[in-house]
C-alpha cells in the first residue's frame, strides 16, 4: 500500500505515479493523456512495459466504486466522454495536478463551472502570488481539517511535500512557524462561525513579531475559504477517496457481487424513493414558481415584512438538526486532530434560540460583493476578485432550464431561494429579496440538506443526499452542493473582509 511515509517518493517519480493512477478504474485513458504529453521512453522504459502481473506485482484498486458513493458510476461523465469543452477540462486538469481527480470528475457534471473552479483553483494554488507555494497547501490542510476531510487533507499534504514542504510540518501544529500557528484563531472562526471575525484579528495578525503583510493574508484568507466551502461540496456529493490514499485503496481481488450490489442498492434506493410522496414534485415546485411571480405583480412588500421574512426563515432554520457526526473507518485510522485547535468550537446558530441577539444581521446592501468586497480584494491580491467573481456568477446564473424532465422552465426564482438561504445560515440578509420565497419553494429535506452540508459537513450521508429531490437528476442535485460551495465561501469572505475593511479605516 502507499502509506504517507512514502507519499514523498511517489510525488517526486513520475514513473511509480503513472503506475499507481493507471491502476484505477479510468486507467485507460489517464494512460492514453500521459503517453500523449510525454517525451518518446527510452528502451529501458520500453523493457519495463512487461505486464505487472507477470512480474507478480500486487496491484492497488480503488475501494470504491466511482468518483462518488453517492451517484452511481455510470451516470458520471466519463473522461473519454464526447463533449470535446468537457474532454478538453479533463486533460488540463490531469496535466495540472498529475491524476484526474475525483472531485473534477463530478464537476465534469457542468464543465462551464469547472472551467471557471479550475482557473480559479490553478491561480490560488500555483501561479505568483503573495505566499510561498508550501505555505498554500499547509494552509489548505490546515483549512481542510476543520472539516475532519481526509479527502481534501491528504491531496494537500501530498502537494505540501511535492513543493518541498518541511516534513515536520506534516506532525502537526506544535512543528510548524509561529507565523502559520497565528492563522489558526482566524481558520477556526471562518470555518465555523465567520460572523465573530472583527478588526482586532486582523490587527493581532498584522502586527508584532511574525506578522503578515495584508497582501499575504488576503491571500491566505481566500485559500482557507476556499478549502472550508470546497469540504462542503466533498461531502455533500459524497466524493470517494483517491486511490493512493491510505484508506482508498485494497489489494484485494474484487468480488463478482461487489459492483452488482452497488447498481442494486442505486436501484432500491431509487425504488423507495419513488414511492415517498412528503415533498413537492417537479410540477407543484413550478406551479408555485408561477404563483409567486402572479402575486408579485400585483403587490409590493413593505421593507419591515421582508425583514420580518427573513427573520421567521432564520427562526425556522433552529428546527433542522444535523445528524451526529459521521465514523468513517478512515477517520479513525486518520486523526487529524494534529491539525486542529479547540476541536470543539463549531458552528452555532446565528439567531439562537430564545436569546437577544448580540451580533447584528449582516445587511448585503451596507457591505455587498459586487459594491465592497470584489474592488477590496481585487486591489490587495492582484486579479483573484476577477477569478472570485466569474466563479460566483457562474453557480449563480448557471441553468440549463430544466428541472428534473421538464424543460423550458426558467429556474432563476429556485436558484436564489437556494442561494439566499445558505447566506441565512450566515446571518446575512439581502433587502431586496423576499424570504417567503424560501418556504414556497425549499421543502423540509432540501432545507435540512443545505443546512448539514453549509454547517456541519462531515455529518452529510448517502441517505441525506438520496432524500432531497428525488425527482432531480444527479447533475441537478451536484448543483445544489456547487451553489452551497460558492454561496459559502462568499459568505466567509464578506466577513472577512468586512473587518479588513474596518482595520484600514
Known amino acids: 500500500g502507499i502509506g504517507k511515509d512514502s507519499r514523498c517518493a511517489v510525488a517526486m517519480d513520475s514513473r511509480v505515479r503513472k503506475t499507481v493512477v493507471c491502476s484505477s478504474s479510468r486507467g485507460k485513458w489517464l494512460q492514453d493523456v500521459i503517453i500523449d504529453n510525454m517525451p518518446p521512453l527510452h528502451e529501458w522504459e520500453v523493457s519495463q512495459r512487461k505486464t505487472k502481473t507477470e512480474r507478480g506485482v500486487q496491484i492497488p484498486r480503488p475501494v470504491g466504486h466511482g468518483p462518488s458513493s453517492f451517484i452511481p458510476e455510470h451516470e458520471i461523465v466519463p473522461p473519454e466522454t464526447d463533449d470535446e469543452q468537457t474532454r478538453q477540462l479533463f486533460v488540463d486538469a490531469f496535466l495540472q495536478n498529475n491524476r484526474l481527480e475525483n472531485i473534477t470528475s463530478v464537476m465534469g457534471f457542468h464543465p462551464q463551472y469547472l472551467e471557471s473552479f479550475l482557473r480559479l483553483q490553478h491561480y490560488l494554488l500555483r501561479l505568483d502570488g503573495p505566499l510561498p507555494q508550501d505555505y498554500r497547501h499547509y494552509i489548505g490542510v490546515m483549512a481542510a481539517a476543520r472539516h475532519q476531510c481526509s479527502y481534501l487533507v491528504d491531496l494537500q499534504e501530498s502537494e505540501f511535500l511535492m513543493q518541498d514542504g518541511d516534513p515536520d ?36 495578525l498584522l502586527r508584532g513579531n511574525d506578522s503578515w503583510s495584508l497582501s499575504e493574508l488576503v491571500h491566505a484568507i481566500v485559500l482557507l475559504a476556499h478549502f472550508h466551502s470546497l469540504a462542503s461540496f466533498v461531502f455533500g456529493t459524497g466524493i ?14 474484487a468480488s463478482l457481487s461487489e459492483g452488482a450490489n452497488d447498481v442494486e442498492a442505486h436501484h432500491s434506493n431509487s425504488v423507495a424513493s419513488s414511492l415517498e410522496t412528503c415533498e413537492p414534485g417537479v410540477e407543484m415546485l413550478m406551479h408555485r414558481m408561477k404563483k409567486i411571480q402572479e402575486a408579485a405583480d400585483l403587490q409590493e412588500i413593505s421593507q419591515e415584512e421582508m425583514k420580518q421574512r427573513f427573520e421567521k426563515v432564520e427562526k425556522q432554520s433552529l428546527e433542522l438538526l444535523p445528524g451526529q457526526s459521521a465514523c468513517s473507518e478512515c477517520l479513525a485510522v486518520s486523526d487529524y486532530a494534529k491539525y486542529r485547535d479547540d476541536p470543539n468550537f463549531h458552528y452555532e446558530d446565528f439567531a439562537k434560540r430564545g436569546e437577544e441577539r448580540t451580533i447584528p444581521t449582516f445587511r448585503a446592501q451596507d457591505y455587498s460583493w459586487e459594491d465592497q468586497g470584489f474592488s ?39 436558484r436564489a431561494a437556494i442561494w439566499n438561504y445558505i447566506h441565512c445560515m450566515f446571518g446575512i440578509f439581502h433587502d431586496d429579496y423576499d424570504y417567503g420565497e424560501v418556504n414556497q419553494l ?62 484600514m479605516m
Request: charged content about 25%.
Open 169 to 204: 510540518w506534516l506532525k502537526g501544529l506544535d512543528y510548524i512557524p509561529q507565523k502559520l500557528k497565528n492563522l489558526c484563531e482566524l481558520n477556526k472562526i471562518l470555518a465555523h462561525r465567520p460572523w465573530l471575525i472583527t478588526k482586532q484579528h486582523i490587527e493581532q
Open 442 to 503: 425549499l421543502d423540509i429535506k432540501l432545507k435540512s440538506f443545505i443546512k448539514t452540508v453549509t454547517c456541519y459537513p462531515e455529518r452529510t450521508t448517502r441517505k441525506d443526499y438520496d432524500n432531497f429531490w428525488k425527482e432531480f437528476k444527479h447533475s441537478e442535485k451536484v448543483q445544489v452542493n456547487l451553489m452551497v460551495l460558492e454561496a459559502r465561501m462568499q459568505a466567509e469572505l464578506l466577513y472577512a473582509l468586512r473587518a479588513i475593511m474596518r482595520y
Open 240 to 253: 470517494n477517496l483517491e486511490i493512493d490514499h491510505e484508506c482508498g485503496h485494497t489489494l484485494q481481488p
Open 376 to 414: 477590496l480584494v481585487n486591489r490587495l491580491y492582484s486579479d483573484i476578485g476577477q477569478l472570485l467573481d466569474d466563479k460566483f456568477r457562474m453557480a449563480y446564473n448557471l441553468t440549463y432550464y430544466t428541472m428534473g424532465p421538464q424543460k423550458d422552465v426558467d429556474t432563476t426564482m429556485l
